[in-house]
């Protein structure tokens, strides 16, 4: 047990299993008492069960740590506010959000259906926004009547699909790029209250991407997903200070940070634009591109 997060208190959803349930143990083992909240669903996030979360209470406890169980759906509000004030009523505060719970529905746009799409933007970005606009809400508050800056980390789980937007991901990958410009705004607004906001966009074995058609790509060893938990304490730890608003891609020992979106070429016109005139001043740009098939880029290797 190490001590870098000694007597912070943390909240991780989706904690039950996967990156969550290491990201929970990972921040236990620097001494952070957690609130492990988790709705315990199966893979494409129907059912329930408490038993996921109250086996990572117990091992937490067993290696002598500080847990309680929170269970509720993350897409609730309610439930959000629930799980919060169970950190705040029982360990007396908060200082460490991880929002980390969801789920993958993956489909081309022919085959994905509403629910499909309603449902896993629920679970990530709804999922995020209640959590984050609870803890943002408490953390002002406290700081205003502390007259000074609190001690708040947030990390976002994000996806590299939010950049390269595959195919067979449209809703998961809409969901994770909304999950990014969420927290990118909420970072300019809460640096000023001490509270800083990462996005961790992971690769690991869990059973999300061993249910995959690339589950092969994650049974290597740098794929293990305890790889996932160390820059999860850094970003939460006082030696990430300054470290706001950012986006890392994260598996093994590499860490890749995301390079900011740029404007690309401008192309102005001395009149009201008319198709003739766009498509004469665009035809150099366009020459010789295809249209886009890979997303923004390549993924980092
Ligand atoms: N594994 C990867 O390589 C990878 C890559 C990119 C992003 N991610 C992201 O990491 C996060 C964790 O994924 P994982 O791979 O550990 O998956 P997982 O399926 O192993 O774990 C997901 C957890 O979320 C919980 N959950 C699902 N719906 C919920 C709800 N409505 N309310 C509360 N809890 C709910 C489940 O009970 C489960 O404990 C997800 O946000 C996922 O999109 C994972």
Same mark, same amino acid.
């Given at each position: 047990?190490?001590?870098? #997060? ?23 083992? /620097? ?7 988790? #709705? ?18 117990? /091992? ?13 759906? %993350?897409?609730? !509000?309610?439930?959000? &506010? ?31 259906? &509403? ?18 606009? %609870? ?26 699909? @939010?950049? @390269?937007? *595959? ?22 607004? +809460? ?10 966009? *992971?690769?690991?074995?869990?059973? +999300?991407? +061993? ?6 790509? !994650?049974?290597?060893?740098? +794929? ?14 006082? #030696? ?7 986006? !890392? ?46 997303? !923004?880029?390549? *993924?980092?290797?």
């Amino acid at each position: 047990m190490g001590n870098l #997060l000694e007597g912070k208190v943390a909240v991780v959803t989706g904690a039950g299993t996967g990156l969550g349930k290491i990201e929970a143990l990972a921040l236990a083992k /620097e001494g952070a008492r957690v609130v492990v909240t988790d #709705l315990g669903t199966a893979g494409d996030g129907t059912g329930s069960s408490q038993d996921p979360a109250n086996q990572v209470v117990e /091992e937490i406890k067993e290696m002598g740590g500080e847990a309680v169980a929170a269970f509720g759906d %993350v897409g609730e !509000f309610k439930d959000a &506010e629930a799980a919060i004030n169970k950190a705040i009523d029982t360990f007396g505060d908060l200082n460490i959000l991880v929002n980390n719970a969801g789920f993958g529905r993956d489909k081309t746009i022919f085959k994905l259906t &509403e629910d499909d799409w309603d449902s896993v933007i629920r679970v990530h970005l709804k999922g995020h926004y209640n959590h984050i606009k %609870v803890a943002c809400d408490y953390w002002r508050n406290k700081s205003k009547a502390d007259g000074g800056p609190v001690y708040g980390r947030m990390i976002s789980t994000g996806s590299e699909a @939010f950049m @390269f937007a *595959p195919l067979g991901q449209p809703n998961y990958a809409a969901a994770k790029a909304g999950v990014v410009a969420l927290s990118m705004s909420t970072a300019q607004v +809460m640096g000023r209250y001490g509270v800083n906001i990462n996005v961790v966009c *992971p690769r690991a074995r869990t059973r +999300m991407t +061993m249910d995959s058609p690339f589950a092969e790509i !994650f049974e290597v060893p740098e +794929m293990d997903p305890e790889h996932i938990g160390h820059p999860i304490v850094w970003l939460c730890s006082p #030696l990430a200070e300054k470290i706001s608003g950012y986006v !890392f891609v994260c598996w093994g020992r590499q860490i890749t940070i995301v390079e900011r979106p740029n404007m690309d070429t401008k192309i102005e016109n001395d009149a009201d634009w008319t198709p003739e005139s766009l498509t004469e001043k665009t035809a150099d740009y366009f020459k010789d591109r295809q249209p886009v098939t890979d997303g !923004f880029s390549v *993924p980092p290797q």
